[in-house]
Nanobody, 116 residues
Framework: VQLVESGGGLVQPGGSLRLSCAAS????????MSWYRQAPGKERELVAF????????HVANSVKGRFTISRNNVKNTVVLQMNSLKPEDTAVYFC??????????WGQGTQVIVSS
């Protein structure tokens, strides 16, 4: 299993970023996929997940109306579009299956910093 997150960076409050996760090593199209984030000194938290076929999504209340999750089962990618970013969105963002198990592999994540 390989999960490679990309697209993070430094952005001003109110800005946007598009995170992408490239997955391989498992049958991507059969799994619900998710984005998690972990801020310094805090536990990893669920941001959003999307069903295997892409027809069902859920986003955390903290990002509702600002973040959108989507997937491409041909390219084996899952995308998190983040708009109206706030300083509290600063974290390392990870993708994984949902729900992840203790045995599931975690990639290195992609750092998002929201700051003026």
């Amino acid at each position: 299993v390989q999960l490679v997150e990309s697209g993070g960076g430094l952005v001003q409050p109110g800005g946007s970023l598009r995170l992408s996760c490239a997955a391989s090593g498992f049958t991507f199209s059969t799994y619900t996929m998710s984005w998690y984030r972990q801020a310094p000194g805090k536990e990893r938290e669920l941001v959003a997940f999307i069903s295997s076929g892409g027809g069902g999504t859920h986003v955390a209340n903290s990002v509702k109306g600002r973040f959108t999750i989507s997937r491409n089962n041909v390219k084996n990618t899952v995308v998190l579009q983040m708009n109206s970013l706030k300083p509290e969105d600063t974290a390392v963002y990870f993708c994984n299956k949902y729900p992840p198990t203790a045995q599931d592999y975690w990639g290195q994540g992609t750092q998002v910093i929201v700051s003026s």
